[in-house]
């Protein structure tokens, strides 16, 4: 079953100055537990995809569906609130709350959904608990590696609940130890929660775990590869 | 250090209205009571016709009657009949206009604080052959001491000029040297004596009353107690600020003064406030492009920001409330020395050390001013968080 479904995206950066044209007509569907990468070199729109799959940007033409619901057509508000419940973010870098613990940034969405407080404190101790962080809860972001930290984003993505997670090259800033346990979580919590992972992407290493990886170049979709 | 930029400029703004209030204040309540106290006294009765021409024959109708009557009012701490005649006072050396003061010592004690100002020789008493007591300015100008004979002369009740020596028993200083070279204080009957008058005549009933604040009510009691003299143009009854016009408006002025020094205080705190929280907002433009990403609302973000600006400012005030309370506290116990600025201030009429006072709501009201000056300047900035885009926001690199 299709969770993302994108029909002839366009989208178009400064259209009154030097019109950039970031994506021209991309149609994909992602479906339920799928573990992608949108791979690509620089300035081939996968960052732009990514943005507007998440619903932190808006196609110029085109639609976007999401479990079944055209998020261009959501006012702003309700695009912030469609996030927050369907959405989990794992970005390159600043992705936690500097002066709330690894377990009070996982807990984090959870509050902005207004969930009891001890589901809250229940699903953030499962959660780290299941990305080897048990024994980091109480640290704070500063004290933790950058490895260590996006554990904890990916925690805090998964905390929502959400249908997918987007992840926008989440291993850029990391080593190679790092990466490999990072990847290996992903792909652990994509089996056991099946939710659905997408990267965009530079690194081979990342393309090596990926279930599926679509090649964008100068805003389409050269090429869509499914491995068993 | 963003924190810390916001305390501190709350903190100083809460100090420096506090304090420069504390000063204005004490500054004009000193001069106020001063006058209240060696000058005007609260209330004053007197014939209008006196007012208009100051014509010694204009005396108040029964003021013995009227003085015993408003000394069983429980606001009034004294009451003292006088008599007032414009004078030429002289010595050997010099000589000039002074208003002549006849009082009985005995009640003029408990209206006028003079008797505390004696800094040479002794106040008027019963004792004492035709004394006198003068300031030490006006002593200065006819170089006169203690024992000296000071010539006071006159317009008697027939018109004729007359002359009388009186001696010189006490020298008073107030803060006002204009006062202190203008006034001569003498025994009421030594002065009826010389001008003809009967003992028991009175060109003024000068009232002091316990609380400053209930002078108008005493007045309305007064006014609404003797109707009929009133109503008959015999007597007219003045409050101090009626008395010195001039004295009230001082007041009023420096009131003006304070609100407006307070305005430049909040003034310039709003724009250091907008400033730090529009530095603030950029320097954390990818933290709330991601917040906004994972889901926080466009009311969520706002509030986020103004209730950070709101526990700033709380610390900031509460910081400054303190610091203002220790300063305000420690001149009003120990006042606060103009040093050699005493002799010009005293030269018109004010005291060349002041005590601070702050009135108890101040403070309160001061805090609320300054809390909702921050929360104001932060609107703006925060309406200008509210438009980050967060695809473009979690990429800034400015910082």
Not at chain 2, 84 to 101: F, I, R, Y
Not at chain 2, 354 to 366: D, E, H, P, S
Request: positive net charge; hydrophobic residues 45%.
């Amino acid at each position: 079953m299709s969770i993302i479904e994108a029909k002839n995206i366009f989208k178009v950066y400064d259209e009154t100055k030097v019109p950039v044209n970031a994506l021209n007509g991309v149609d994909l569907q992602i479906d339920e537990g799928e573990f992608t990468a949108i791979v690509g070199p620089s300035g081939s729109g996968k960052t732009t995809l990514l943005n507007i799959i998440g619903g932190l940007d808006l196609p110029t033409s085109g639609e976007i569906y999401i479990n079944g619901t055209n998020i261009g057509n959501l006012s702003a508000g309700k695009l912030v609130d469609f996030r927050l419940h369907n959405i989990g973010f794992v970005f390159q870098a600043y992705n936690l709350i500097p002066v709330l613990t690894a377990k009070e940034n996982t807990e984090f969405v959870m509050v902005l959904q207004k969930r009891p407080k001890e589901e809250r404190k229940r699903k953030a101790l499962e959660l780290l608990k299941a990305v080897g962080l048990e024994g980091k809860m109480d640290h704070k972001p500063g004290q933790l590696s950058g490895g260590q930290q996006q554990r904890v984003a990916v925690a805090r993505a998964l905390a929502s609940q959400p249908k997918f997670v987007i992840a926008d090259e989440p291993t850029a800033n990391l080593d190679s130890k790092s990466t490999n346990e990072l990847l290996d979580i992903m792909a652990e919590m994509n089996r056991k929660y099946n939710t659905t992972f997408i990267f965009a992407t530079h690194d081979k290493r990342v393309m090596d775990k990926a279930g599926r990886i679509i090649t964008i170049d100068d805003g389409k979709v050269v090429n869509d590869e499914k491995f068993v | 250090m963003r924190s810390a930029v916001i305390i501190a400029a709350m903190a100083v703004g809460m100090i420096g209205g506090i304090v420069t209030d504390g000063m204005m204040t004490g500054m004009t309540d000193q001069r106020v009571d001063a006058a209240i106290a060696n000058e005007l006294s609260n209330i004053q009765i007197q014939n209008p016709q006196f007012l208009l021409n100051n014509e010694i024959k204009y005396l108040i109708p029964g003021s013995d009657t009227i003085a015993k009557k408003i000394r069983g009012y429980r606001e009034v701490k004294g009451v003292s009949s006088r008599l007032e005649c414009q004078a030429m006072a002289s010595s050997a050396n010099a000589g000039g206009g002074v208003t002549v003061l006849g009082v009985v010592p005995g009640n003029e004690v408990d209206v006028s604080d003079i008797h505390k100002h004696i800094i040479k020789g002794s106040y008027l008493d019963d004792k004492q052959r035709i004394p006198a007591v003068i300031g030490k300015k006006l002593a200065g100008k006819l170089d006169l001491n203690i024992n000296d004979k000071i010539i006071i002369t006159l317009a008697d009740t027939s018109g004729t000029i007359t002359s009388g020596a009186f001696i010189i028993v006490g020298i008073f200083k107030t803060s006002n040297d204009i006062f202190d070279v203008a006034n001569v204080f003498v025994r009421k009957k030594d002065l009826a004596q010389l001008t003809g008058l009967a003992p028991q005549a009175s060109h003024c009933i000068a009232i002091r009353l316990k609380n400053n604040a209930g002078t108008e009510a005493v007045i309305s009691k007064i006014k609404n107690d003797f109707k009929e003299l009133i109503n008959g143009k015999l007597i007219t009854v003045r409050g101090w600020y009626e008395i010195s016009p001039l004295l009230r408006s001082m007041v009023e002025m420096m009131n003006m003064f304070s609100f407006i020094f307070m305005i430049i205080i909040l003034v310039a705190l709003a724009f250091a406030i907008v400033n730090t929280m529009v530095m603030s907002i950029m320097e954390r433009t990818r933290e709330i492009g991601m917040l906004i990403a994972l889901g926080l609302n466009k009311r969520r973000t706002f509030t986020l920001i103004m209730f950070e600006t709101l526990l700033l400012s709380l610390t900031g005030a509460l910081a400054g409330l303190a610091v203002s309370l220790l300063i305000v506290h420690h001149y009003a116990v120990n006042g606060f020395d103009l040093g050699a600025l005493g002799e010009g201030l005293n030269s018109i009429g004010y005291s060349a050390i002041i005590y601070f006072r702050v009135n108890t709501g101040f403070y309160l009201v001061t805090m609320i001013m300054v809390i909702f000056t921050a929360l104001v300047s932060t609107i703006s900035p925060a309406l200008r968080a509210l438009k980050l885009q967060p695809a473009t926001a979690i990429r800034d690199n400015t910082f």
